[in-house]
């Protein structure tokens, strides 16, 4: 039986920063329009987090029965270790994705936004189809066009929206570099399991790029958002700070420009993932103070 240590580190919190940016970047852009409460922040908060966990749990799952996980070397597995049954894997999953659920419906209730209990259930069944199902769509090379949507214009935007009822360009901006933060995340951990990929028949994106291609493609994401601040400061000045995230992307850039590979790649999920909090916190700032 998986000790509680095991449970936790399951979640792979290292991935965290995905859910938890996207609000803070919506909470920002709906304060920049005066129209911020903490309470219904909150809310999206732990529906964003308790998605992002249900996912974890999910692909935990759903590659665990596949036997993707036989050989990866990325973090620890639950179902791939044996540590934990794939029916308890897949009831965490289920609770996680149940708990967003009713937070969702609170904040919808809250919000009076009825509409947005569609987009909720589009979110889960995101979550649940990515690796999971007959045909997952993370296996056909579509999984970083879905955290693109779902952790970037989905979570920013539907921050934004369930608050104030409206979409602005700030908004747009700042979902689009959180998406391209996300987006990185997941190509770094793609481009680290690319051998494991091949041979368990998962063909993402990285497989389909090929290494090199990969890179590339990593490098020219986390540009991305440093882009977007530069444009952003034309209306709030204070947008720059989001340069002050730069460092703490470094390491994971020089990792994957400089052709590490295997376990090398590892710290790479971390720093980008840090480094997409880290902007957000200092692009939520911008607008705070703007």
């Known amino acids: ?27 920002g852009a709906a304060h920049h329009i005066e129209a911020f409460s903490l309470p219904w922040a909150l809310l999206a908060l732990l529906v964003s987090v308790a998605l992002q966990i249900g996912v974890n749990y999910a692909n935990d799952y759903s590659d665990g029965i596949r036997g993707t996980d036989a050989n990866r070397v990325g973090p620890f597995r639950l179902v791939g270790s044996g540590a934990a049954s794939a029916s308890s894997v897949r009831l965490a999953a289920f609770i996680s994705l149940g708990v967003a659920a009713v937070a969702g419906l609170v904040l919808v209730a809250l919000s009076g936004r009825w509409w947005m209990i569609l987009f909720g259930a589009v979110c889960i069944a995101a979550a649940w189809f ?3 199902g007959r045909r997952p769509y993370g296996y056909a090379g579509f999984g970083e066009l879905a955290v693109f949507v779902f952790f970037g214009p ?10 104030s009822g409206e979409i602005t360009g700030i908004g747009i901006g700042s979902a689009i570099a959180v998406g391209s933060f996300s987006t990185a995340v997941m190509v770094g951990n793609s481009l680290r399991d690319i051998p494991t990929d091949v041979s368990a028949g998962k063909r ?17 994401l986390v540009f991305v958002p440093f882009l977007i601040a530069l444009g952003m400061a034309v209306r709030v000045p204070y947008s720059l700070l989001g340069f002050l995230a730069a460092p703490v992307l470094l390491p994971a850039v020089r990792r994957v420009a400089g052709g ?14 840090l480094a997409m909090l880290a902007w957000s916190v200092l692009v939520t700032t911008a607008l705070v103070l703007d």
Not at 155 to 162: C, D, I, N, P, Q
Not at 206 to 219: E, H, N, Q, S
Not at 260 to 273: A, D, H, N, S
């Open 1 to 27: 039986m998986a000790s509680v240590v095991q449970w936790i580190e399951g979640t792979r919190p290292r991935t965290l920063p995905n859910s938890i940016a996207p609000v803070l970047v919506g909470a």
């Open 154 to 163: 989905a979570a920013v935007l539907g921050t934004l929206y369930v608050m």
């Open 204 to 220: 993402t994106l990285a497989v389909i790029l090929g290494d090199k291609d990969t890179r590339r493609f990593y490098l020219a």
């Open 130 to 132: 990515y690796t999971g």
């Open 260 to 273: 590490r590979t295997g376990r090398e790649l590892i710290p790479v999920l971390q720093f980008t993932g």
